[in-house]
């Protein structure tokens, strides 16, 4: 189900107020620190994807896409993004809201039509808040230019889907339940209080392959980690990894590794003298 999220009114009386401004580029693995910000942060994707928890509610902001941090709200990153991720960042402040209707409405999460435009506008922008213009409120009626153009651009969009909030929470109880005998997605489904089918399509919607594939990549691994580490017995390895049967344990390890469990041990135990 779509969350109705909140929207930047837009009052045109007077320019809204640059604070400071940038443009982030990381060339290694990154994410956003936590943090509460008191003035208003606009974020617009330019490369990669920003993964950013705002008060519960999960983002991803892509290239072309924009995200509105309201004040007093708490932001961190939730997954590393790639090297290379790079967006801008504007803060800034409102003007005071006066007793009439706002001249527009911005969806706070939603992607750009015209992503080119809006990156030339940021650049301007930028240029103004680094003393590019001896005009002193240039970057004041840059900032307001830049949502004109969004508020454009935007008009006829509801905004962009974010994720279930409980995602996060599902991925951990999943992660700590699935070597359990008795994991199914029926019992996620109940510990989550979703229905069933409902909670397979939004899993599969969200990460391109479904919550059983999800619990068998765990499985595997784990089963991967005591075969290369460990002399136990292959029937016991299965039993770690929540499977009785270890013909069946053989059978499926050998479908996802491409390998039997003995082979797999065997080649380990050949790459670690290899490497001493």
Same mark, same amino acid.
């Given at each position: 189900m779509k969350e109705m999220l909140p929207v930047l009114s837009l009052y045109l009386q007077e320019p809204h107020r640059l604070q400071m401004g940038g443009q982030f580029l990381s060339d290694e693995t990154w994410s956003h620190m936590d943090r509460t910000i008191m003035d208003y942060e606009l974020i617009i994707g330019v490369s990669g994807v920003v993964f950013l928890e705002v008060d519960g509610r999960m983002y991803e902001i892509k290239a072309g896409d924009i995200l509105f941090l309201m004040p007093g709200e708490r932001h961190r990153g939730y997954r590393l993004s790639s090297p290379g991720v790079s967006f801008y960042w504007f803060h800034f402040l409102v003007p005071d809201a006066p007793d009439s209707e706002p001249d527009s409405r911005i969806p706070r999460y939603a992607g750009c039509p015209n992503p080119n435009r809006v990156h030339i506008l940021a650049r301007q922008l930028l240029h103004a808040a680094n003393g590019g213009y001896r005009i002193s409120r240039a970057g004041d009626y840059f900032l307001t230019c830049l949502l004109i153009e969004l508020a454009e651009q935007l008009q006829d969009s509801s905004g962009l889907e974010t994720m279930d909030p409980q995602l996060p929470e599902l991925l951990e109880w999943t992660r700590l339940h699935a070597l359990d005998r008795d994991i199914t997605v029926e019992r996620i489904a109940v510990h989550m209080g979703y229905n069933k089918d409902y909670l397979s399509r939004m899993f599969k919607r969200r990460f391109g392959s479904g919550l059983l594939n999800y619990i068998h990549l765990i499985k595997l691994e784990a089963a &991967?980690?005591? $075969? #290369?580490? /460990? &002399? $136990?017995?292959? @029937?016991?390895?299965? #039993?770690?990894?929540?499977? !009785? !049967? !270890? @013909?069946?344990? #053989? &059978?499926?390890? @050998?479908? $996802? #590794?491409?390998? /039997?469990?003995t082979a797999y041990r065997r080649a380990f135990a050949r790459t670690r003298l290899n490497n001493t």
């Open positions: &991967k980690e005591i $075969l #290369a580490g /460990t &002399k $136990l017995h292959v @029937k016991e390895v299965a #039993a770690r990894v929540g499977i !009785d !049967d !270890d @013909k069946q344990f #053989a &059978k499926w390890f @050998k479908r $996802l #590794a491409g390998v /039997t469990p």
